[in-house]
């Protein structure tokens, strides 16, 4: 299994960022994904789910409303759409699949 993430970045309060996440070593259409995050002192936590087919969605109370999760089997990819990030948004951002994380990619939000 392998998962790469990337789309992290700096932006201020109130701002949109599109993570992705490609991945490969596995097929990718069976399985549900999961994006998480890990903020600093704090530990890795759920953010969103999607199923593998239907596309059914389950977020984390803290983004419901603000982030939105797509996938396209066809290119191996799951996404996470945030706007109206706020600074406790700031984490480190990883896709999950089979007990496996990427290498997660930085979302700093701030003035």
């Known amino acids: 299994v392998q998962l790469v993430e990337s789309g992290g970045g700096l932006v201020q309060p109130g701002g949109s960022l599109r993570l992705s996440c490609a991945a490969s070593g596995f097929t990718f259409s069976n399985y549900g994904m999961t994006w998480y995050r890990q903020a600093p002192g704090k530990e890795r936590e759920p953010v969103a789910t999607?199923?593998?087919?239907?596309?059914?969605?389950n977020y984390a109370d803290s983004v419901k409303g603000r982030f939105t999760i797509s996938r396209d089997n066809a290119k191996n990819t799951v996404y996470l759409q945030m706007n109206s990030l706020k600074p406790e948004d700031t984490a480190v951002y990883y896709c999950?699949?089979?007990?496996?994380w990427g290498q997660g990619t930085q979302v700093t939000v701030s003035s």
């Open positions: 999950g699949v089979l007990g496996n």
């Open positions: 999607i199923s593998p087919t239907r596309g059914v969605t």
